[in-house]
T-cell receptor, first 112, second 113 residues
């Protein structure tokens, strides 16, 4: 299995909703990443987990809450989002010491 | 910010022609990578060049790196319609078990059949 899966593919949520994005990989990668990508912009790093521990939080607002329950799974919990949070959310993973990141197809999030 | 700048922002060529994209970055790097993204989907890793390398080939791809000028170029030869995508350069810093990757602004390539 050489892929990163993300669910759901699309999500529409109101500003008062709570929802979660899910990312899964079974490649034995021990680093997992969340990126946010606005239209016509490059991906921007949000969070990095290394060996299930949060290693980087790029000053992301607390309405985004990451979780890494095990080495294969990464969640992003969303609460009280703003319309400007609408974007493509990408998950990636990499081997320890690896150079290449493997990306999932992304979740297209719309906040109404 | 370490974000790279890419040019051109957009490029339109005929199938069979070569496409060249350029990337400039600001700080010293470990590696420079190129990724492709098809419309609104995940990114796919294309090629990596290390800071002590000057040129690398992979199939129809040729990457050069000039660390003195802090620049890189990606050449796609004999382009195909399927090469239509956005291309991002990415600089990385490795830190004990993970990489911190910073993407450039991207070049949107259209290959016309």
């Amino acid at each position: 299995d050489t892929e990163v899966t993300q669910t759901p593919k699309h999500l529409v949520m109101g500003m008062t909703n709570k929802k979660s994005l899910k990312c899964e990989q079974h490649m034995g990668h021990r680093a997992m990443y969340w990126y946010k990508q606005k239209a016509k912009k490059p991906p921007e790093l949000m969070f990095v987990y290394s060996y299930e521990k949060l290693s980087i939080n790029e000053s992301v607002p607390s309405r985004f809450s990451p979780e890494c329950p095990n080495s294969s799974l990464l969640n992003l919990h969303l609460h009280a989002l703003q319309p400007e949070d609408s974007a493509l959310y990408l998950c990636a993973s990499s081997l320890p010491g690896g150079d290449e990141q493997y990306f999932g197809p992304g979740t297209r999030l719309t906040v109404t | 910010s370490q974000q790279g700048e890419e040019d051109p922002q957009a490029l339109s060529i005929q199938e069979g022609e070569n496409a060249t994209m350029n990337c400039s970055y600001k700080t010293s790097i470990n590696n420079l990578q190129w990724y492709r993204q098809n419309s609104g989907r995940g990114l796919v890793h294309l090629i990596l060049i290390r800071s002590n390398e000057r040129e690398k080939h992979s199939g129809r791809l040729r990457v050069t790196l000039d660390t003195s000028k802090k620049s890189s170029s990606l050449l796609i030869t004999a382009s195909r319609a399927a090469d239509t995508a956005s291309y991002f350069c990415a600089t990385d810093k490795y830190s004990g078990g993970y990489q911190k990757v910073t993407f450039g602004t991207g070049t949107k390539l259209q290959v016309i059949p």
